[in-house]
T-cell receptor, first 112, second 113 residues
Framework: ELKVEQNPLFLSMQEGKNYTIYCNYS?????LYWYRQDPGKSLESLFV?????AVKQEGRLMASLDTKARLSTLHITAAVHDLSATYFC????????????FGKGTRLHILP | GAVVSQHPSRVICKSGTSVKIECRSL??????MFWYRQFPKQSLMLMAT?????????EQGVEKDKFLINHASLTLSTLTVTSAHPEDSSFYIC?????????FGSGTRLTVV
């Protein structure tokens, strides 16, 4: 059974600081997703990582994937208040109808 | 880009009644759609996979007689919560896609009173 572990689950940080969210998964997959969710809203797609060593960047967010270690990271550079949200990683369960399984999410609170 | 339209966005119903939630793919054909449920401050839990023209596949622990899924066309999947109870109050989100692409609906906030 595919399990997706995300940490930390809650993160409070100051503006301007850097931090990393980690996502580990238990079975082979080469599709990993990062999403952002604001309170009361649905999911906003941030990144899709499709191969080992993939790195994608958008603004202050950068995501990477190591399929051998079954690990993805979401790095936040010089955080700003607008990045406060919940961030989810999700992994494609490659052997089961392309369903994707979510981590528990990281609630990120950036203090001004 | 691919758009998935979900309706209603918010619904309040009385305990014991049924509620239908619709999910439409607007600019692509979706042979498969996924239904998730999210309780406050929790993650998205996959409930079922909806397959066009065939029976849905339910995840373990999800009552298929309570959560009826119909995927009658390549652009529409519906989730009906039957005989709703307060514990069914949740945020329901549908998703569709192909290959590595995934699109999520805007979600339905269900409150059962």
């Amino acid at each position: 059974e595919l399990k997706v572990e995300q940490n930390p689950l809650f993160l409070s940080m100051q503006e301007g600081k850097n931090y990393t969210i980690y996502c580990n998964y238990s079975t082979t997959s080469d599709r990993l997703y990062w999403y952002r969710q604001d309170p009361g809203k649905s999911l906003e797609s941030l990144f899709v990582l499709l191969s080992n060593g993939a790195v994608k960047q958008e603004g202050r967010l950068m995501a990477s994937l190591d399929t051998k270690a079954r690990l993805s990271t979401l790095h936040i550079t010089a955080a700003v208040h607008d990045l406060s949200a919940t961030y989810f990683c999700a992994v494609d369960h490659m052997n089961r109808d392309d369903k994707i399984i979510f981590g528990k999410g990281t609630r990120l609170h950036i203090l001004p | 880009g691919a758009v998935v339209s979900q309706h209603p966005s918010r619904v309040i119903c009385k305990s014991g009644t049924s509620v239908k939630i619709e999910c439409r793919s607007l600019d692509f054909q979706a042979t498969t759609m996924f239904w998730y449920r999210q309780f406050p401050k929790q993650s998205l839990m996959l409930m079922a996979t909806s397959n066009e023209g065939s029976k849905a596949t339910y995840e373990q622990g999800v009552e298929k007689d309570k959560f009826l899924i119909n995927h009658a066309s390549l652009t529409l999947s519906t989730l009906t919560v039957t005989s709703a109870h307060p514990e069914d109050s949740s945020f329901y989100i549908c998703s569709a896609g192909w290959g590595e692409a995934r699109t999520f609906g805007s979600g339905t906030r269900l409150t059962v009173v």
